[in-house]
């Protein structure tokens, strides 16, 4: 399946995985994409607005989480921790503040 993964800079790029693919698959193919820390990246799907970003949920297919070819993800990421060896900042967009 394609999906479409939108940034912070609204830049679009198109991401393959499997049908099969769990959220987990999806970040680790964002990070080999783009460089990123697939450990800090918060996926919101484009039609319910709810981040994608817990532990379990990372090891759930793509489709139960209603993800389909052609879907729209933001990417986003959680806070810096002190554990972090990686720095990138994070504030939510409106849309997400209710």
Not at 51 to 68: A, F, W
């Amino acid at each position: 399946m394609k999906v479409v993964v939108e940034n912070l800079t609204g830049t679009l790029f198109y991401v393959q995985v499997m049908n099969d693919a769990t959220v987990e698959d999806l970040k680790r193919e964002i990070e080999a994409q783009l460089k990123l820390p697939c450990d800090r990246l918060i996926l919101i799907h484009d039609d319910d607005h709810w981040p994608m970003m817990t532990k379990d949920e990372e090891k759930e297919s793509l489709v139960d989480c209603g993800i389909q070819d052609g879907s729209h993800i933001y990417i986003f990421f959680n806070s810096i921790d002190d554990e972090s060896t990686k720095h990138f900042g994070f504030t939510l967009p409106d849309f997400l503040l209710g």
